[in-house]
């Protein structure tokens, strides 16, 4: 079961990343657990806080995030797939979690849930 939810990110991840139609992008994956009690609503909102306030920060509307939930298996876990256009506009977005608001909006989701694992993609298109 592990095995296939792996083939399957790593089968969409591409396809997201070129969703925007760039030739490259820049893609971090974060591996995480609701925590008890939790909602995925509340994930959601919270990274559509999130979302908002790095494109806002990085002045580039192409900042995109995904949350990839479980079909089959394990309900409680989840992956964000968050895209860049390039490693400046990641660099920047990471910069702001630094400010209040990105303080903020980390601790939410801290308190929602336990991201153990992530990772850096550089994404090119094959065309």
């Not at 399957?8 to 139609?21: H, R, S, V, W, Y």
């Not at 030739?23 to 995925?40: F, H, P, R, T």
């Not at 806080?49 to 002045?59: F, H, I, N, Q, Y």
Request: charged share 25%; proline share 2%; net charge negative.
């Amino acid at each position: 079961m592990r095995k296939l939810l792996l083939i399957l990110i790593f089968l969409i991840t591409p396809g997201l990343a070129l969703a925007d139609n760039h030739d490259s992008s820049i893609v971090e994956m974060w591996k995480c657990k609701l925590k008890d009690g939790k909602k995925m609503e509340d994930v959601h909102a919270n990274n559509k806080k999130w979302l908002a306030m790095t494109r806002s920060v990085t002045g580039n509307d192409e900042v995109n995030s995904y949350i990839l939930t479980t079909i089959v298996g394990s309900q409680g876990m989840f992956q964000f797939a968050d895209i860049y256009p390039d490693m400046a506009t990641w660099s920047k977005a990471k910069s702001a979690e630094d400010t209040e608001e990105g303080t903020a909006i980390e601790a939410m989701f801290d308190e929602l849930s336990d991201c153990t694992d992530n990772r850096l993609y550089n994404s090119k298109s094959s065309e």
